[in-house]
């Protein structure tokens, strides 16, 4: 069980107060979903959590230790774009096996484990592919590998659907539902759908102008039956 906990977080760009002192604790192995309109700071958040902008007060921490000083790659955080940012001359499989090249982790092990992740997101058969071969919804399925093979307890998705057509929508909701119960980690997912909120999330957290101005089960925020 490793639990997410903002405390007093703060972003600041120039005279623009992007994120204003937000404080959550985040269950572990929760399905969250972030909502709020345009600009009220969901991607300013998501980006502080996973190192991709730098916090301007306050702290993160993950089983209570303040990651947010570490480099993106040791913070046991994983984050998925919107436009999945494949690299575009690497095969499926070493796409996924990327950041693990980096690290001088041997061929075979790179490989043995970029492919378990390619079956859990159901492309083995595909590996061999490049990204321009690939359909929209297969293409964000390989990146869910991509972003799984560093094993993060929190996976950050910023928008992950809104590329897909309506029926893809459906299909990969059903497939992050399943790979978090498989995976057991914490999903933290910016959406601006309360269709998508009501059918993922275990946690709604709405964002307004900075802060947040209310969380709870998706059924309460939204007052549905
Ligand atoms: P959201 O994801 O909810 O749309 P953002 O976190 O992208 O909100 O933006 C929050 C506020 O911070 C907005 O006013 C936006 O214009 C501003 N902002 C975001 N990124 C930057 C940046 N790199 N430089 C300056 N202002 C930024
Ligand atoms: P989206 O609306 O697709 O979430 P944004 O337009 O908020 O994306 O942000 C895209 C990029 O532009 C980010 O890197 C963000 O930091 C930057 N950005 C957003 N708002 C501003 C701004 N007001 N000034 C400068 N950069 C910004």
Redesign the pocket.
């Known amino acids: 069980p490793h639990d997410l906990e903002l405390v007093k977080l703060t972003k600041r760009?120039?005279d623009?107060v992007?994120?204003d002192a937000i404080d959550h604790v985040f269950a572990p192995g929760s399905y969250v979903c972030l909502l709020?309109?345009?600009?009220?700071?969901?991607?300013?958040?998501l980006r502080m959590i996973a190192g991709h902008e730098s916090v301007s007060e306050g702290a993160i921490r993950l089983n209570g230790l303040d990651i947010s000083a570490l480099p993106p790659a040791k913070r046991g955080t994983a984050m998925m774009f919107q436009n999945y940012a494949l690299f575009p001359h690497l095969s499926v499989k070493d796409n996924v096996a990327f950041s693990l090249r980096m690290k001088g982790v041997d061929k075979a092990t790179r490989h043995n484990k970029a492919m378990e992740l390619l079956e859990l997101v159901d492309m083995a058969h595909l590996s061999e592919r490049l990204p321009a071969q690939l359909s929209g919804g297969q293409q964000q399925r390989v990146a869910l590998a991509r972003a799984l093979i560093s094993e993060p307890e929190v996976l950050l998705l910023d928008e992950p659907l809104s590329a897909l057509d309506p029926f893809l929508r459906v299909r990969m909701r059903a497939e992050l539902k399943r790979l978090q119960r498989e995976l057991g980690i914490t999903f933290l997912h910016?959406t601006h759908g309360q269709d998508e909120a009501l059918a993922l999330a275990d946690e709604v957290v709405v964002?307004n102008n900075?802060v947040i101005e209310q969380a709870g089960p998706a059924r309460a925020v939204f007052n549905a039956p």
């Open positions: 760009y120039g623009t992007a994120v709020g309109p345009s600009g009220c700071g969901k991607s300013s958040t910016v964002m900075a």
